[in-house]
């Protein structure tokens, strides 16, 4: 069994709590970097003695003469030989997204792609599914991109998805339509492997996980169960327990209900609630969910009736030693976002506890979480994803020290275009990030140890 501390050694290191914040207190930000400084090349502000390398570009020539697909989003860097770092990419692309897929006429497959890996390459005349993922190789050394190529092809917008301990990405579909007849059946998650070889994968849905606009995941290694979100404003929060150690094919999925109060609505969206959600733990329970494949798209709906709580858009999910940390992107009374942390009591006798950390208002920092991870400092990074742009005209990436402060780390210097698939490379020192609006991956270094004296 891979312990919780080995695994953060690869992932990301722990961090000792947040506290509720505003911009307006100066008290709850911090200032460990500076102001963010304008980029001449109009890409990414930065503070002072950071830098950063865009490592692909929409539309580039891949080494398995493929192109750089678009609308990158999650993602996970993992070590690879000779130092290497690679990273497992998701493309969230639906159907043939003209101007953005992979392929020249974003029409059809090219002929030397084998269709039979794919999960939906469009038999019998339909469009095909062109989302799916790649892997980069980047060297640290260089801080640049050794090659590039197409590892999983045939699904449908993948949004996020979460690294495993033992060398895959779990990347998770978020189809917009789960009604429509559009050909096989979308909405579920499938793994990759985070490899330096180009050569694509065979597509493999994980159906035991269930059929629902996934967002991302968490594994927790100490336990081996797996923690999912549901990227929709009545969605829930889930969780499997696999029958087999590192295997998601065959086991109980759940999905998170509040002790003494079923059907709990933790969004906030109502200031004048008789039962708001404040910071206090909430202690929680696991409803088993039937049906997990869904052919309705009711899992959510059917689990509320049980009694599951609700949630304001789950998007990012990462474990930490010291819980799991869930980005709702558009919780609260100003749907400004909500962060909650959830503490795995890791025992049948004892409840875990989910408690609300962050909930965003119009004077605050932070708007719109979408993607996290943690950061080499102990805290968490968070990539804003605008749901208003009546909020700001620029996405951040906003970093959370290990007391709770907020601080700016970057900000897209273009527009509001969300960034996404925050991740640091196994020695800490550079964090990756995609510009999705723009087909960017982005690598950032500079002084991250000022956090930590801050």
């Known amino acids: 069994m891979i312990t919780r501390r080995r695994f953060l050694v690869t992932t990301g290191l722990a961090f000792a709590g947040l ?18 400084i304008k980029d001449p090349e109009g890409i990414l502000d930065l503070p002072e003695g ?6 692909s570009k929409l539309g580039e020539k891949m080494d398995d003469g493929f192109k750089v697909p678009g609308k990158p989003d999650g ?32 029409r059809k497959f090219p002929e030397n792609l084998d269709l039979s890996l794919s999960h939906d390459a469009g038999e019998g005349g339909r469009e095909p599914h062109i989302g799916g993922t790649s892997n980069l190789v980047f060297d640290p050394e260089t801080g640049e991109t050794v090659r590039q190529f ?40 499938f793994e990759v492997k985070a490899t330096d ?95 997990p494949e869904a052919p309705l798209d009711d899992l959510r709906i059917r689990g509320h009736k049980a009694g599951a709580a609700r949630f304001a858009r789950g998007e990012g999910i990462w474990f930490t030693e010291d819980g799991i940390f869930i980005c709702c992107t558009d919780g609260g009374a100003t749907r400004h976002g909500q962060v909650f942390r959830l ?5 049948a006798e004892k409840p875990d506890t989910l408690e609300l950390y962050i909930e965003a208002g119009e004077d605050d920092l932070l708007t719109n ?49 969300e960034f996404a698939g925050s991740c640091f490379s196994p020695d800490g020192k550079w964090l990756f990030a995609n510009l999705q609006g723009h087909g960017l991956t982005l690598a950032i270094t500079g002084p991250w140890e000022k956090v930590t004296k801050a």
Request: hydrophobic share 35%; net charge negative.
């Open 197 to 291: 070889q180009p050569g694509l994968q065979k597509a493999v849905p994980l159906k035991a996980l269930g059929r629902f606009r996934h967002e991302a995941v968490a594994l927790d290694p100490g336990t081996g169960i797996l923690y999912l979100t549901e990227d929709r404003t009545d969605g829930l929060l889930y969780r499997f327990l696999p029958k087999r150690e590192r295997d998601f094919t065959e086991g109980k999925l759940q999905a998170l209900a509040i002790v003494d109060r079923p059907k709990a609505d933790l969004r906030n969206y109502d200031p004048d609630s008789e039962w708001p959600v404040e910071r206090t733990p909430m202690k929680a329970t696991w409803i088993d969910v039937e049906e």
């Open 150 to 189: 197409l590892s999983l092809t045939g699904t449908d917008r993948n949004c996020a998805g979460g690294p495993m301990p033992w060398g895959t990405w779990i990347t998770c579909e978020e189809p917009e339509d789960l009604l429509t007849p559009r050909g096989r059946q979308h909405g579920w998650c």
């Open 19 to 36: 506290q509720r914040y505003s911009h307006a207190a100066t008290s709850r930000t911090a200032d460990p970097f500076g102001p963010l």
């Open 369 to 417: 979480g979408d993607n996290v991870c943690s950061g080499p400092w102990g805290g968490l990074v968070i990539c804003e994803d605008l749901v208003d742009a009546s909020f700001s005209t620029h996405t951040h990436l906003r970093g959370i020290t290990s007391d709770g402060k907020m601080f700016s780390i970057a900000r897209n210097s273009k527009d509001k275009s």
């Open 75 to 106: 993602m996970a860097a993992f070590a690879g030989p000779d130092g290497k770092v690679i990273l497992v990419r998701n493309h969230e692309l639906a159907l043939a997204m003209t101007g953005i897929g992979p392929f020249p006429n974003n």
């Open 50 to 55: 950071f830098s950063y390398r865009v490592l």
């Open 343 to 347: 503490d795995p009591s890791g025992s």
